[in-house]
């Protein structure tokens, strides 16, 4: 759930910008975006305005009505992002940059969108994440997504919500086929609250089955020489 305090925090915005310009300028291809949460296009006139495909999920429908008018090359849903992206809604679409920029947790969506649709090249999370503001005194055991976590690491989250993330992200790669090749991140806003984060996911080469094995060549007899007599 959304909190006050996340959604009055404003702060951030101009670091959100330049997390996804950085991404943008690493990118050696066309940019491909899914947007998890449009809201009303900020982030877009900021920094996707000139990107021609891309997907972007908004609840609401005044401000889902104003994405579609917005941006008239890219598929707009009037949708719950996270239910879209589990029925594997844009699965077709060749996404190479993930942006996530929920009031609260990302993790539904990103969990979503990766085991969803099969990951086949270069994927970058751009990321906006407040799950933090709730880890405060111990408040970990409460976070369905960490139960893992907690179990491994116990209830005391929030000075380590980085390594957190990192090994989160880890092992979710893994169980879509994909390695963890970068990632970076830092705590903003309003009392550090508010985790930025950034991962580039690297499909695994698929399993190359084993040659089968020729048989042993026969070893070449050497003729003897005839020697004359
Ligand atoms: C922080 S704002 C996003 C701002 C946006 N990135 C921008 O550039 O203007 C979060 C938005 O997510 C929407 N939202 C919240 N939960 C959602 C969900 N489950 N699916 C789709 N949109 C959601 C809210 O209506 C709100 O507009």
């Not at 990321?127 to 997504?145: I, P, T």
Request: proline share 7%.
């Amino acid at each position: 759930m959304p909190t006050s305090t996340a959604k009055k925090d404003n702060s951030t915005f101009e670091l959100k910008v330049a997390d996804r310009l950085r991404v943008l300028r690493r990118l050696d291809v066309e940019p491909v975006v899914c947007e998890t949460h449009g809201g009303f296009g900020r982030l877009f006139t900021r920094v996707y305005s000139h990107i021609k495909r891309g997907m972007v999920f908004e609840h609401d429908p005044a401000k889902a009505a104003k994405l579609g008018l917005q941006r008239p090359t890219w598929r707009v849903y009037e949708a719950d992002a996270e239910a879209a992206l589990a029925e594997s809604v844009g699965k077709d679409l060749a996404v190479n940059l993930l942006d996530l920029d929920p009031y609260g947790s990302p993790w539904g969506f990103v969990q979503a969108f990766l085991t969803s649709r099969p990951i086949a090249g270069p994927l970058w999370l751009v990321v906006n994440d407040g799950l933090r503001q709730k880890l405060r005194l111990g408040g970990a055991w409460h976070v369905g997504c960490l139960a893992d976590v907690v179990a491994r690491r116990g209830n005391d989250l929030h000075d380590v919500y980085l390594s957190v993330v990192e090994e989160m992200i880890v092992e979710l790669a893994a169980k879509v086929k994909c390695k963890l090749e970068r990632f970076a991140g830092y705590y903003c806003g309003a009392g550090k609250q508010m985790t930025h984060w950034t991962a580039l996911l690297l499909p695994l080469k698929p399993d190359v089955p084993p040659i089968a094995e020729t048989p042993a060549a026969e070893p070449v007899k050497k003729r003897r020489r005839k020697t004359k007599p």
